[in-house]
Nanobody, 120 residues
């Protein structure tokens, strides 16, 4: 079994910064990709950013230049640094990870989400 636990969400003003993190634990053999999706009220969940084990990152157009995703392999933790936040960034942010477990099966796992609220 694998668990993903997010932390660091909260309430900020527009223009401010916030960092969230997600730690993976359990029967992990290899983390292949980790990333973030978000879901705003009344909207579908959408990808935000992802990073491979080799450090290659990609971003949604709406956050390019403002958000930075990084990964700490020793801690099995992915971070999302969010700068110049806008009210439209308000959402529940979900961590996800493509992980090969110790039984050598590969699956995508999800965290329970952390709320990020940006006030105008």
């Amino acid at each position: 079994q694998v668990w993903l636990v997010e932390s660091g969400g909260g309430l900020v003003q527009a223009g401010e910064s916030l960092s969230i993190s997600c730690a993976a634990s359990g029967s992990i053999h290899r983390i292949n990709v980790m990333g973030w999706n978000r879901q705003a009220p009344g909207k579908q969940r959408e990808p935000v950013a992802g990073i491979t084990s080799g450090g290659s990152a990609n971003y949604a157009d709406s956050v390019k230049g403002r958000f930075t995703v990084s990964i700490d392999h020793e801690k099995n933790t992915v971070y999302l640094q969010m700068n110049s936040l806008k009210p439209e960034d308000t959402a529940v942010y979900y961590c996800n990870a493509d992980i090969t477990t110790t039984s050598r099966s590969t699956s995508v796992f999800w965290g329970r989400g952390t709320q990020v609220t940006v006030s105008s």
